[in-house]
């Protein structure tokens, strides 16, 4: 059983059986190892050659197997930036560091009666520490288009935290804070940073949520109160007047949850997502003033958040419910989009 995250491919026939586990023996370096395990199957010795390759450079290693008798052989894969290529080398024994094995040992662990859940959870804790670059980088979807979205890496962080990789959210919630909010408040998608018209609010609501998030597990003030000057311009950015439907107090713009604008037809409206982000986070922003002990400037956010909550629950013309259905997106005049 490995004790780090692990790929586990596992074929063979009638004569053999083949385990191999593909995973990272190093936290700061790109070393990619390939451990291949072999079973002899029959009642007799056997011999078996390991042979791979990687650009045209090839390795092999003939294993002798007693009947019934199982051994493992070694591929290491590193990657050699400054000349562009991958270096492939066969080793007689790996051993994974120990700062990897801590790393591991102090994630969270869930085990519970669902094979699927607990799955779940394992693929997760294991992949998202993936995703982000030496350079804290995290490139937006699975194409890697090098554009980043504050909704994405804010949750991203959630995830991290909930998982206990409490150091790598932290560095995420920061770089966000510092880098991805404009001193007004403004979030950066795509990064870009848009007109008023094409803002996406509901992510300003997402990063108030991760903040809670982070500091309820963690118990790190710190971050909050070195911070604060942005978290207070991401609370009250979407309060702007710029984004006030006045007949029911909704936030309005001519962008949408998928990110679509005048250019695919959208006109300004009230989309469902941001007003349900904002107040969220808007009341997370509460929470956190009265953490730092900055309880008057929350009571005006705590007081939005409700205001706005019931405006898109409840309002008799502009409400985003009817019939007992969401509705993505209303028109200015309360008709649906």
Request: proline fraction near 3%; include cysteine.
């Amino acid at each position: 059983m490995h004790k780090v995250p692990a790929v586990q491919v596992t074929w063979g026939n009638s004569a053999f059986e083949v385990d191999e586990f593909f995973y990272c023996s190093e936290l700061s370096k790109p070393v990619l190892v390939r451990e291949v395990r072999v079973k002899n199957l029959q009642e007799r010795p056997t011999s078996v050659l390991a042979k791979t390759g990687c650009l045209g450079y090839f390795v092999e290693k003939r294993i002798a197997l007693k009947a019934g008798e199982e051994r493992r052989v070694f591929f290491q894969y590193t990657l050699d930036a400054p000349k562009k290529r991958v270096r492939l080398f066969l080793k007689p024994k790996i051993k994974i560091q120990s700062s990897v094995l801590r790393y591991w040992e102090n994630t969270a662990e869930v085990i519970s009666d669902s094979p699927l859940l607990n799955h779940y959870f394992f693929a997760s804790r294991s992949q998202l520490p993936a995703v982000i670059s030496k350079s804290e980088r995290v490139d937006g979807s699975i194409w890697q288009y090098k554009r980043e979205w504050v909704r994405d890496q804010a949750m991203l962080a959630v995830g991290l935290t909930l998982s206990g990789q409490h150091r790598t959210a932290r560095v995420i919630l920061q770089r966000l804070l510092s880098e991805f909010i404009t001193d007004e408040g403004q979030s950066i998608d795509s990064s870009e940073i848009r007109h008023h018209d094409e803002v996406e609010l509901d992510q300003n609501g997402v990063l108030l949520h991760a903040l809670k998030h982070y500091v309820l597990w963690t118990g790190d003030l710190d971050l909050i109160k070195e911070n604060w000057e942005k978290i207070r311009a991401t609370a009250g950015f979407p309060l702007r007047h710029v984004f006030s439907h006045l007949p029911s107090g909704l936030l309005a713009n001519t962008r949408e949850y998928w990110e679509r604008h005048r250019a695919f037809g959208i006109q300004k409206g009230m989309e469902l997502a941001h007003q349900l982000f904002v107040s969220v986070g808007l009341a997370d922003a509460a929470l956190l003033s009265r953490l730092i002990g900055r309880e008057k400037e929350g009571l005006h956010w705590e007081a939005e958040a409700h205001r706005l909550k019931q405006a898109f629950l409840t309002d008799l013309r502009y409400s985003l419910v009817e019939e007992g259905r969401f509705i993505k997106r209303r028109y200015v005049d309360g008709a649906v989009q």
